[in-house]
């Protein structure tokens, strides 16, 4: 089945600069990439994704990166504000007889005023 | 606009007890799934439902059972409830399979917190 694995763990980060956080995954079915944010006791809320097909995806002041190649992803948040603090999961989809998904570990991101 | 339905939001239950679990998909969603997130962990998938049948089993133990009705929600029962089942249980429902270009809208609901003490 699908691995997802995800760095870092924690990321703490000034306001104002840039946050990335990255993934690697298992399965080269995999087609659907997609990033949630979860504050605490609440559920993900999905911020973007990213198909295969799709090597970039930007909105606003996130962007989602895909190498098919190196099997991975990364979530670049610039210009961060103290209400970006939350965890982060990555995930991913296959394209096999499988369609759930498959989290990353969560990043817990931390913007300081 | 009308979002994934779960209820309750929270329930506690002593060991050994049963508990159901309820989730009511954004209308017109055909697949469910069930996702189980222990503190601090991220969410693990349980156990999906595509057009009222089962269409992917993840790690759901032999004491929990779930299925979708006709009208599309579905309930997750859980049997001799251990201390471990404690963890918040998300819904989320989908149009189509995700992944595939008729998936729309991946929606998870606000999530059952269970306690077992």
């Known amino acids: 089945g699908e691995n997802v694995e995800q760095h870092p763990s924690t990321l703490s980060v000034q306001e104002g600069d840039s946050a990335v956080i990255k993934c690697t995954y298992s399965?080269?079915?995999?087609?659907?990439f997609p990033w949630y944010k979860q504050e605490l006791g609440k559920r993900p809320q999905l911020i973007i994704d990213?198909?295969?097909?799709?090597g970039e995806k930007k909105d606003q002041r996130i962007a989602v990166t895909l190498n098919k190649t190196a099997k991975h992803f990364s979530l670049h948040i610039t210009e961060t504000q103290p209400e970006d603090s939350a965890v982060y999961f990555c995930?991913?989809?296959?394209?096999?007889?499988?369609?759930?998904?498959?989290f990353g570990s969560g990043t817990q991101l931390t913007v300081l005023p | 606009a009308a979002g994934v339905i779960q209820s309750p939001r929270h329930l506690i239950k002593e060991k050994r007890e049963t508990a159901t679990l309820k989730c009511y998909p954004i209308?017109?969603?055909?697949?469910v799934y069930w996702y189980q997130q222990g503190p601090g962990q991220d969410p693990q998938f349980l156990i999906s439902f595509y057009e009222k049948m089962q269409s992917d089993k993840g790690s759901i133990p032999d004491r929990f059972s779930a299925q979708q009705f006709s009208d599309y929600h579905s309930e997750l029962n859980m049997s001799s409830l251990e201390l471990g089942d404690s963890a918040l249980y998300f819904c989320?429902?989908?149009?189509?399979?995700?992944?595939?270009?008729?998936?729309?809208?991946?929606?998870f609901g606000s999530g059952t917190r269970l306690t077992v003490v």
């Open positions: 399965d080269s079915a995999s087609n659907y």
């Open positions: 990213i198909r295969s097909n799709v």
């Open positions: 989320a429902s989908s149009l189509g399979l995700p992944g595939t270009t008729t998936n729309y809208g991946y929606t």
């Open positions: 995930a991913a989809i296959s394209s096999g007889s499988a369609r759930q998904l498959t």
């Open positions: 209308p017109r969603h055909d697949t």
